[in-house]
């Protein structure tokens, strides 16, 4: 892991840095998880996919180009996008000002152990 890592009183982090930007986890419970995500400018997260979990990304600021099977499109404040289980997915900012989305994860397992990486800027890839 890259950077700062605060805990809560239970074992999983509230807050990281990640090389793309840092999240918070906002509800954990166990049947959902709720992240509150900001994308550094000209940054991305890799090209993945959950065997676990669907997400649900509801931009709070700046403009969200979002990849979903290898369809690209742009999701601005007030709007979502929804990534079934299995379906591999980026989340980018290109824009020049930082990216924040609240992630609602839901399905059986939400450990960030559950992330098939296909593509990744900072070498993480799961060859």
Do not use: C
Not at 43 to 72: K, M, P
């Amino acid at each position: 892991m890259n950077g700062e890592v605060r805990s809560n009183h239970s074992n999983s982090p509230m807050y990281e840095d990640r090389p793309w930007g840092s999240y918070t986890v906002l509800s954990d419970e166990p049947d959902h998880k709720v992240k509150s995500i900001t994308v550094a400018p000209g940054q991305r997260l890799s090209y993945q996919r959950h065997s676990h979990r669907s997400e649900h990304w509801f931009v709070i600021t700046g403009d969200a180009t979002v990849t979903l099977d290898g369809v690209v499109f742009q999701v601005g404040p007030g709007h979502y996008a929804d990534v079934p289980q299995g379906v591999a997915h980026r989340l980018e900012n290109q824009g020049d000002e930082p990216l924040v989305i609240i992630e609602v994860q839901y399905g059986d397992y939400f450990g960030e152990d559950d992330i098939i990486r296909l593509s990744d800027d900072y070498g993480r890839t799961d060859d």
